[in-house]
């Protein structure tokens, strides 16, 4: 009997494991120094849930949210955030023209089609963000990325507020990915 319960907690890792890192496998981060500084370009596979994707076609609107943290990693003591970035997207539904935007909060630069997967392939594929200065980091030590998504509603009414205790929250927390600042 033991010897079951053991055999069933293994294959509910493995498969559990399994899961995770089919999720985690999409994702990747890479970085690149060019006129001191350095830029990443991220992969990641952003995606609106059936039930985000009826929010946002009944009038709600979501924020993705990419919160970068570059961290010192030492051995010998407490590791030590340098740095932070966050880039920012606002995605609307527009039911007369039948249409979904994606506005880059930061830069202001805006996307618009009337495919939903078009938006999240934009929001996917960040390329040539700017991170850090190289004049803030020592080329002797070992810095990591840090990238954590969110995707959540804008604009909820309170009283769509106190429904979501009934039910499942519409915003969502991506898994993390991290990847070394340089080689």
Known sequence: ?????????????????????????????????????????????????????????????????????????????????????????????NAFTRRYSVLNSITGRELSSSDLSDIEVYISDVKNLPLIDDSLINIEENYHVYLITYIRAQDVPRWMQSLTFWRENLDTEMEMVEWKLFK
């Open 1 to 93: 009997m033991k010897q079951n319960k053991s055999l069933l907690l293994f294959f509910i890792f493995t498969l559990f494991s399994g899961e995770l890192y089919s999720q985690v496998k999409d994702s990747y981060g890479e970085s690149y120094l060019e006129n001191g500084v350095y830029y990443s370009n991220i992969k990641l596979p952003v995606g609106f849930r059936a039930d985000q994707v009826e929010a946002l076609n009944s009038g709600l609107s979501f924020e993705v949210d990419l919160r970068f943290s570059i961290v010192n990693i030492k051995s010998w003591r407490f590791d030590r955030t340098i740095g932070e970035v966050e880039q920012k997207y606002l995605v609307r539904y």
